[in-house]
């Protein structure tokens, strides 16, 4: 067992964080990433219609949109000279390609979310998420709760994307090839949790996210008036 000397350390190298973040906005940055077909995109729209004060930042991407998706709600979909253009006027807090089309958030929209004080959780691929780490300092943004969701087994996604529909035979394959390789970083996240049963991943994405909510850091604000009594 670790001292907690120790544990804080070990703590600080895998995460960055620990008490020298202290005190941290109020405002939570959700950082979720998995490979296609995990159901993120399912559990991360739960979670903005379950905590009132969760928002999901609007990728931009070139991909062309799926059968029944809407521009504006589920993505900005934009032709890659604007995704160019938007990059060469450093628009993007973080872009990659992913699966052969390029995915953007776009830094005003993050900020926007911040500033009016909210919680924001970005579904971003494990490229993206390696770039917001490198993105927050300089931007003054919360430190982000990285949690990666995976599959019960690589078969099980590929089930998925075929009930999703909408994904070429191509473009299932590169998704799964894509999705080993995307495996491999979730040791590097805060928090893992497997989607076998929607209701109990729900049930841990909930916990991990009114957790992070309580962190003593960020709860310095709410707590003044409290602290104003006994000083
Ligand atoms: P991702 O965003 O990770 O690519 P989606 O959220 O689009 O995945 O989910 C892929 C498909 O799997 C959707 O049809 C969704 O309804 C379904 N799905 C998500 N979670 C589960 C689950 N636990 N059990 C069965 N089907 C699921
Ligand atoms: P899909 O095409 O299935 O909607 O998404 C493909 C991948 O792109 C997923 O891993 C998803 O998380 C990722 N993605 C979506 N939006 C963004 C974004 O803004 N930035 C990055 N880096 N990845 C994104």
Known sequence: M???KKAAGRRQRVTGRGMSSFPQPASCLFIVSAPSGTGKTT??????????????????????PRKGEKDGIDYHFISKKVFQRMIDREEFLEWAEVHGN?????LKDTQCLIDK????ILDIDVQGAKKIKQQIALHNMPFPVYIFILPPSLKVSEERIRSRGGDSPKAISERLENARA???????YDYLIIND???????????IITAEKSRSERMMEKVKAVYKEII
């Open 117 to 120: 004080g909210l919680d924001i």
């Open 43 to 64: 559990l991360c729209r739960k979670a903005v219609d379950y905590f009132p004060d969760l928002m999901h930042s609007i990728s931009y991407t070139t991909r062309p």
């Open 2 to 4: 670790l001292n907690k």
């Open 182 to 188: 995307e495996i491999r970083d979730a040791v590097y």
């Open 102 to 106: 390029s995915y953007g958030t776009a």
């Open 197 to 207: 049963g929607l209701e109990d991943a729900f049930e841990r994405l909930k916990s």
